[in-house]
């Protein structure tokens, strides 16, 4: 796997694009969580549900090297959004010793640093400084755990999801003085299996093979992981439809919940405690946690269809009041809570990308999503409500599997968008959400 970086910080040279031009704008100060983890053939339009207006920007066509596309068109029409800048001056690339280039599964920036993790197919995850652009440590699984499908973190602990069902616990220990992570557990644990493994009413039959296994099993690919730390709770969907519950406190599975009729592909959770799962089986379903006869259970409370495709990818944004599902049909849908109600509604769809969208995150007032046709967009909410294509970040040779971000600093409008495709190629572009009279600048 390797490493392109296109920061421009350590470096004095930028590269302008020739076509770039001042642009004025209303000064306006973004407000960005810092860090962020992990998808038709116009390039950009906006189509509200309710309206037939669609605004759409031009792109170029894909290279090698990467760059940026701007939306000029979404931009004239509303001065409140700032321009972009993206600043970019090749880096040497990094290759891991594992070596070979295999498909980039998984991304996530730590909660402390700017240290990124990264996943491979090769059955490794790797840990960058993105300030540096080195290699720091190298985590090797064994084949049987299969590749990486989702990270996420437990305070300083690492939380990895894999094709082989479970689930991978590591803690860092830089009592060496240098960076290092050991196990501590997988899930289920074994004290977890010995609570179960006597009882037969705690068996399940598997859909393949015939067999049986403890329900606190899953049995096909943990797709996706989320974590609500002020509840104490880990939340995994997989591949056989079902989603589980886990104590961060002793790594338990409580609960194990029949949440789609098809491969859950997506899961994310609320400050408050609403659960969003997506699915192979086009819709997006809400779970609230209740109390029944002194124990929580998680129930279903709404079943959202929009999409005409699976839904590969969701992302809260907007203090949870606003979800968006990516989707295998192209697009995607913008769900905004309306007042009296406790679930949401469709407000508007996003098209652009030329793809099935494969990965969304959202931080500030953002939204980045990579798709299958090797781009990666952002958008921004405009003066009339709608979201709009600010611009396009190109340079993967094959489909955007994972995304991540991070804020360099507070409100000063820096985002280092890091991208990993299926070329097994990670591309980071440092991007500005400007507010003074500044232009575009890219390779």
């Given at each position: 796997?390797?490493?392109?970086?296109?920061i421009g910080l350590p470096f004095t040279t930028?590269?302008?694009?020739?076509?770039?031009?001042?642009?004025?704008?209303?000064?306006?100060?973004?407000?960005?969580?810092?860090?962020?983890?992990?998808?038709?053939?116009?390039?950009?339009?906006?189509?509200?549900?309710?309206?037939?207006?669609?605004?759409?920007?031009?792109?170029?066509?894909?290279?090698?090297?990467?760059?940026?596309?701007?939306?000029?068109?979404?931009?004239?029409?509303?001065?409140?959004?700032?321009?972009?800048?993206?600043?970019?001056?090749?880096?040497?690339?990094?290759?891991?010793?594992?070596?070979?280039?295999?498909?980039?599964?998984?991304?996530?920036?730590?909660?402390?640093?700017?240290?990124?993790?990264?996943?491979?197919?090769?059955?490794?995850?790797?840990?960058?400084?993105?300030?540096?652009?080195?290699?720091?440590?190298?985590?090797?699984?064994?084949?049987?755990?299969?590749?990486?499908?989702?990270?996420?973190?437990?305070?300083?602990?690492?939380?990895?999801?894999?094709?082989?069902?479970?689930?991978?616990?590591?803690?860092?220990?830089?009592?060496?003085?240098?960076?290092?992570?050991?196990?501590?557990?997988?899930?289920?644990?074994?004290?977890?299996?010995?609570?179960?493994?006597?009882?037969?009413?705690?068996?399940?039959?598997?859909?393949?093979?015939?067999?049986?296994?403890?329900?606190?099993?899953?049995?096909?690919?943990?797709?996706?992981?989320?974590?609500?730390?002020?509840?104490?709770?880990?939340?995994?969907?997989?591949?056989?439809?079902?989603?589980?519950?886990?104590?961060?406190?002793?790594?338990?599975?409580?609960?194990?919940?029949?949440?789609?009729?098809?491969?859950?592909?997506?899961?994310?959770?609320?400050?408050?405690?609403?659960?969003?799962?997506?699915?192979?089986?086009?819709?997006?379903?809400?779970?609230?946690?209740?109390?029944e006869r002194n124990r929580y259970r998680h129930?279903?409370?709404?079943?959202?269809?929009?999409?005409?495709?699976?839904?590969?990818?969701?992302?809260?944004?907007?203090?949870?009041?606003?979800?968006?599902?990516?989707?295998?049909?192209?697009?995607?849908?913008?769900?905004?809570?309306?007042?009296?109600?406790?679930?949401?509604?469709?407000?508007?769809?996003?098209?652009?990308?030329?793809?099935?969208?494969?990965?969304?995150?959202?931080?500030?007032?953002?939204?980045?999503?990579?798709?299958?046709?090797?781009?990666?967009?952002?958008w921004r909410r405009g003066s009339e409500g709608?979201?709009?294509?600010?611009?396009?970040?190109?340079?993967?040779?094959?489909?955007?599997?994972?995304?991540?971000?991070?804020?360099?600093?507070?409100?000063?409008?820096?985002?280092?968008?890091?991208?990993?495709?299926?070329?097994?190629?990670?591309?980071?572009?440092?991007?500005?959400?400007?507010?003074?009279?500044?232009?575009?600048?890219?390779?």
């Open positions: 796997m390797k490493l392109k970086s296109f930028t590269m302008s694009s020739p076509d770039s031009a001042p642009t004025t704008t209303k000064k306006t100060t973004p407000m960005p969580s810092k860090y962020l983890s992990s998808n038709p053939s116009s390039d950009s339009d906006i189509s509200d549900i309710s309206s037939s207006s669609v605004t759409s920007s031009s792109s170029s066509s894909s290279s090698l090297d990467s760059r940026v596309t701007t939306s000029y068109l979404s931009l004239d029409d509303d001065k409140t959004i700032p321009p972009l800048r993206l600043l970019s001056t090749p880096l040497p690339s990094l290759t891991p010793p594992s070596s070979p280039s295999y498909s980039v599964t998984a991304l996530a920036f730590s909660s402390a640093s700017s240290i990124l993790f990264s996943a491979t197919a090769a059955n490794t995850l790797s840990l960058y400084n993105t300030t540096t652009s080195s290699l720091i440590e190298e985590l090797n699984f064994s084949k049987s755990a299969g590749a990486v499908k989702s990270i996420t973190f437990i305070g300083p602990k690492l939380v990895v999801a894999h094709q082989d069902g479970k689930i991978r616990v590591w803690k860092p220990n830089r009592a060496t003085g240098s960076f290092h992570h050991d196990p501590i557990a997988t899930l289920p644990t074994v004290s977890d299996r010995i609570r179960h493994f006597a009882f037969p009413g705690n068996y399940v039959q598997m859909r393949r093979h015939g067999r049986r296994r403890l329900w606190i099993e899953h049995q096909d690919a943990v797709s996706c992981l989320a974590v609500n730390e002020s509840l104490g709770l880990i939340y995994s969907v997989s591949w056989d439809k079902r989603m589980k519950i886990w104590s961060v406190n002793d790594l338990r599975c409580l609960e194990s919940v029949n949440a789609h009729s098809d491969a859950v592909n997506a899961v994310v959770v609320s400050r408050s405690g609403v659960v969003f799962t997506g699915s192979a089986d086009k819709t997006i379903r809400v779970w609230q946690r209740k109390k129930a279903l409370v709404a079943t959202m269809k929009k999409h005409r495709s699976g839904v590969n990818a969701l992302a809260l944004g907007e203090n949870d009041e606003v979800l968006f599902s990516g989707s295998g049909d192209r697009s995607i849908v913008v769900w905004e809570r309306t007042s009296g109600r406790d679930y949401m509604e469709p407000t508007g769809v996003l098209r652009g990308h030329d793809g099935a969208v494969l990965c969304l995150i959202y931080g500030g007032d953002l939204l980045f999503s990579g798709a299958s046709d090797r781009t990666v967009r952002i709608r979201f709009e294509c600010l611009c396009v970040l190109e340079g993967h040779r094959r489909p955007v599997k994972a995304l991540a971000a991070r804020w360099e600093g507070e409100g000063d409008g820096v985002v280092s968008v890091v991208g990993g495709g299926l070329d097994g190629e990670i591309r980071v572009w440092r991007v500005n959400v400007l507010n003074d009279n500044v232009d575009y600048k890219c390779d």
